[in-house]
Structures are given as structure tokens and as C-alpha cells.
């Protein structure tokens, strides 16, 4: 069926691959990213109606004309490639191009314009990936387009929809991808883990997917560096995980010490419940203590002493007690106590 705003009277090749690839840099196959990028909507832990949604993408009539939004990681061209397939599948011809490509922009709208005035047997299709990096002309120019040919699917893309022109805004539909949680990272990881066979605790999944600002990209990447950098996994620690991660240990004690210094208890507790947290023991946080002191110019010779001989009781009676947690943070308070002026600390008994 000749669609009535097509003029040419060519008809477009409905098999040849109109996308322009040249911004791309894809994964090695062998990579993790490349091994385990998502084929299929129903490996994007999607909800069913953001799914449907996905899928009227496809239809020509009535034509769609949707921004899939989403944030850096989450697959916006994972989607726009799941589109593009099902399409070619259709033999509707498809019209690609990335709206970073600032210097070849202008070409590619050129382009666009012949290909929305060419013939098509099986319909047509735009596919924009990054329409918000358009600059303001450009979208105004699009959004002719999408109002002029209005029997063609306008699918795009963008990370943000605050730098989107009004008159393109008010003619299309915005797809949110809502973001992935923590607990889809970690069956994300898990997966990853169990495929390669690689024997790294649950726990040290956690703290990667914790560490990783909620971004699939730098959570694979993470797991890849782990795999290759630790061939045994029983050399894995929580230590070299944080490191893995950007996690500066040292730094958080030093911040632990100087909140002492400031007598803030409340968010020195706050320091250690994050190293417990990310799976550091109690006894490792007073090994610890006691290196920076050991290392450390700041404090008198006296102070030096007098903490690490408060840290080296505590850490005697550490594996007597039942509430280890709450034993810490009684150190942390006779450490403070003892940093005031004419503090004297108490027996840790």
C-alpha cells in the first residue's frame, strides 16, 4: 500500500540496512557486555505495560510516534535495535540514525526527508536514537516532519525530555523505562556469575551492585574485571571487591577519626555502619584503627596510645560478646570521650 504523503515514485529497498552505524562501537562478543547484552524485551525486566507499549512501536496504523525515555544503561538502543528487527521482519523499511552525530546531523535529515518522500510496498519507519542531543533547529525540523508525514512511525529515544522543543513534546507520546532496582541488578549479576561459572559470593555481588550508581554497564564491567583479575576464586575478599569498585577503605577510617576528633558520634556510627554493611567485620574495622594510627602524624604520641590501647581492649573482649555491633559503637564513644579535653575514658569492660 503506497502511503498518500510519499511523492517519489521509487520505491524504497525495503531490505537494504538504511541505519547509520559509524557512532557505534559495539561489544566484543567475547566481552561480558557483549555476551549477555538483552536480545528480547522479556530479558529487560520490563513491567507489562511498559512492554506493550514497546510493541505498538511497530504498528503503522495507527503510526506511532514515541520518545522512549530512560536513563544512561538501561537500554534505550537495545529497544530501538528489538524495534528496528521487527520491522525488518515486516519488510518495513527503516530509517536510523543517532542524534549525537552533530556534524553529519544535517546529512542525515537531508536523508530522511528523501527517504519520508520515497515509495514503500510494506511502510516505513523512522528510528532516532538520542533525539534530545538535537539542537533546537533540528527538532523544529523533525517536528514538521512527524506532522507532515503522518502515516509514518517516529520512534526516538533520549536520556532527558527537559531539552526537548514544546512543538516536538506536544506531538508525541514519552515511553518512561522505569529503572532497573537493586534487586534486578543482582539477578542481573547472579546470572552473569552462575553462566561463567565464576564463584564469588552473594555478598560481594551485593556490594558491587551497591557501588556501581545503579548502572548495568559499570556492574558488568565490574564482574568482568573480577573474573580476569581473581582466576582463584577463594583469593576474593571483601577488601579486593571495594577496591574493585573505587571503594577508598582508608578514606572512610580517616573520615571515621576525624568525626571523632569533631565528637560527632552519630555520624561516625553512620561511617561504620557502612563499612559492616558493605561486609566488613568488626574485627577487621579495628585492624584498621589500628594501621591508621600506626601511619598517622596527626595525633600526639600520647592520644596515639591511649586510642589504640581503648581499640586493643575492645578487641579482646570482641569475640565475647553478643552484640558485637553495639560493643563497636561503645568504642566509638570512648574513643570520642577520650579526645575530649579531660576525657578519660572507661574500662570496656
Known amino acids: ?4 504523503e510519499c511523492t517519489a515514485d521509487t520505491t524504497a529497498d525495503t531490505t537494504a ?8 562501537s559495539p561489544p566484543s562478543a567475547n566481552s561480558f557486555m557483549g555476551k549477555f547484552k538483552p536480545t528480547e524485551l522479556t530479558e529487560m525486566y520490563l513491567d507489562e505495560a511498559t ?34 528487527l521487527r520491522a525488518t521482519k515486516l519488510q518495513i523499511a527503516v530509517f536510523r540514525f543517532d542524534g549525537r552525530r552533530n556534524l553529519n546531523i544535517q546529512k542525515y535529515m537531508d536523508d530522511m526527508a528523501v527517504f519520508c518522500k520515497s515509495v514503500s510496498l510494506h511502510g516505513k519507519m523512522i528510528i532516532i536514537d538520542n533525539v534530545d542531543s538535537m539542537n533546537t533547529g533540528h527538532q523544529l525540523t523533525l517536528s514538521r516532519y512527524i506532522l507532515t508525514y503522518t502515516k509514518i512511525p517516529f520512534i526516538m529515544a533520549a536520556t532527558t525530555t527537559y531539552n526537548l522543543e514544546t512543538s516536538l513534546r506536544s506531538i508525541i507520546d514519552i515511553a518512561e523505562i522505569p529503572p532497573y532496582t537493586a534487586a534486578d541488578h543482582f539477578q542481573i549479576a547472579s546470572h552473569i556469575v552462575e553462566t ?4 564469588i559470593s552473594a555478598a560481594h555481588i551485593r556490594h558491587i551492585v551497591a557501588l556501581s550508581n545503579n548502572n548495568t554497564r559499570i556492574i558488568i564491567g565490574r564482574l568482568e574485571y573480577a573474573y580476569f583479575a581473581f582466576k582463584r576464586p577463594e583469593t576474593i575478599s571483601t577488601t579486593d571487591i571495594l577496591a574493585i569498585c573505587g571503594f577508598d577503605e582508608h578514606a572512610q577510617i ?15 556510627i553512620h561511617c561504620i555502619d557502612r563499612l559492616m554493611d558493605f561486609g566488613i567485620s568488626n574485627s577487621d574495622i579495628l585492624a584498621n584503627f589500628t594501621e591508621f594510627l600506626h601511619h598517622q602524624s596527626t595525633y600526639s604520641v600520647d592520644t596515639t596510645c591511649r586510642y589504640i590501647s581503648i581499640i586493643g581492649r575492645y578487641s579482646i573482649h570482641l569475640h565475647t560478646k553478643h552484640d558485637t555491633k553495639l560493643f563497636v559503637f561503645a568504642m566509638i564513644g570512648e574513643l570520642i570521650d577520650c579526645s575530649t579535653v579531660g576525657g578519660s575514658g572507661s574500662s570496656g569492660e
Not at 580517616?254 to 561516625?268: G, K, P, Y
Request: glycine fraction near 4%.
Open 51 to 84: 512492554q506493550r507499549t514497546i510493541e505498538r512501536c511497530i504498528a503503522q496504523s495507527p503510526a506511532q510516534r514515541t520518545i522512549i525515555r530512560a536513563d544512561i544503561g538501561r537500554g534505550k538502543s537495545i529497544i530501538l535495535d528489538w524495534v528496528q
Open 17 to 24: 540496512d538504511t541505519t547509520d552505524r559509524s557512532h557505534q
Open 196 to 199: 561463567m561459572s565464576f564463584n
Open 1 to 4: 500500500m503506497e502511503p498518500t
Open 254 to 268: 580517616t573520615e571515621i577519626f576525624q568525626l571523632i576528633a569533631e565528637t560527632d558520634f552519630s555520624e561516625a
